[in-house]
């Protein structure tokens, strides 16, 4: 049987006092907000649960509503993206009153479509489900009434209302900055099966390839990549030809794509350029920085408590799917295609 996770587990993990850890968990003052992400992340992959509530007396009498945020484990593990949406989400539920609960879903849990114990006594009013967990899991999320919003996930067969970043429209913009650039020899990489926002980055690269006239080619188009550095830099040796830009499915990969270019002896930008998406640590880390597209976190987080909020006050609003643009941050890993130079 497997044992319950505490507070002072989570304390000896990172060798904080519990008192540190409990500062964060709650929401008081006292942690650096990097602290705070930190432990919430690790609270959060060592499986311990725990609401913050606006107190306990109001939450013994129901008086607060209590949301629940869940996610997959390799949601929490994106630290950046986990932690700015939690902190995110967490303002706006504490600005309107609501507790907060968080769980991450196992590999496991998410295949044996094992519900925590919150959503299987319906003991919250509202579920927040960022990311991909699996299809099968979330409509069984679904299938317990409890009013829910997707973040950054949709899927045909499931019915619920979805906040979402415009993946088509964004990449069109990112291929639409290589082309001004005089680049038409660009390249895709990313693992589209991972997600229906990876698809969705690829059609919109395609759609500008069509637009623009830009003669796109399907070596080039890497959709089944897999995000290690020893992974990219195999898979880029291994082309008969090299294009004169990449666009990347998330800044991970536009990380070890520059990476594995400067290894193989390719300049960037003069050789070769990047664009990549989210606009993560990683992005601002490699070097040169990485352009990318950037993604309103905050924006995301207000919307969706938004939504959720006017669903649990009107259960038979339409549903809707809210597209939210991002905004391309131009940095050192692009420049003039090689033969425009």
């Known amino acids: 049987m497997k044992t319950k996770v505490t507070m002072q587990d989570v304390a000896d993990k990172l060798n904080l006092s519990k008192n540190s850890v409990s500062q964060a968990l709650t929401?008081?003052?006292?942690?650096?907000?990097?602290t705070r992400r930190l432990i919430v992340q690790t609270a959060a992959e060592l499986g311990y649960t725990y609401a913050k509530r606006q107190?306990?007396?109001?939450?013994?009498?129901?008086?607060?509503?209590?949301?629940?945020?869940?996610?997959?484990?390799?949601?929490?593990s994106m630290k950046s993206f986990f932690g700015d949406i939690y902190l995110s989400v967490d303002k706006e539920l504490s600005r309107n009153g609501c507790g907060l609960l968080i769980q991450s879903i196992s590999p496991e849990q998410a295949s044996s479509l094992a519900l925590p114990e919150f959503l299987q006594d319906r003991t919250v009013d509202g579920v927040l489900i960022l990311s991909h967990i699996t299809t099968p899991y979330i409509q069984a999320v679904l299938d317990t009434g409890i009013p829910a919003v997707l973040i950054d996930h949709h899927h045909p067969a499931l019915q619920a209302d979805a906040i979402l970043t415009n993946n088509?429209?964004?990449a069109f913009e990112a291929v639409q900055h290589l082309a001004d650039?005089?680049?038409r020899d660009i390249g895709f990489i990313g693992n589209t099966r991972l997600s229906p926002s990876y698809y969705e980055r690829l059609e919109g690269v395609r759609l500008a390839g069509f637009e623009l006239g830009l003669p796109l080619r399907e070596e080039w188009l890497i959709t089944d990549a897999v995000e290690e550095n020893d992974a990219v830099r195999e898979r880029l040796m291994q082309l008969p030809s090299q294009p004169t830009a990449w666009f990347c499915v998330n800044d991970g990969f536009g990380f070890m794509v520059n990476s594995a270019l400067q290894q193989m002896g390719r300049r960037v930008p003069e050789d070769a350029s990047i664009v990549s998406f989210d606009n993560g640590y990683l992005s601002r880390l490699a070097t040169?920085?990485?352009t990318t597209m950037d993604v309103n976190l905050p924006l995301y987080a207000e919307c969706a408590v938004e939504r959720l909020l006017a669903r649990l006050c009107n259960p038979d609003l339409p549903l809707t799917e809210t597209l939210l643009p991002?905004?391309?941050?131009?940095?050192a890993s692009t420049g003039p295609a090689p033969a425009s130079r």
């Open 27 to 34: 929401g008081k003052p006292g942690v650096s907000e990097d």
């Open 326 to 331: 991002t905004s391309l941050l131009v940095r």
């Open 181 to 183: 650039l005089g680049h």
């Open 168 to 170: 088509r429209f964004s």
């Open 288 to 290: 040169p920085p990485t």
């Open 55 to 76: 107190s306990d007396s109001a939450a013994v009498s129901g008086s607060k509503r209590i949301i629940a945020l869940i996610a997959s484990d390799y949601a929490f």
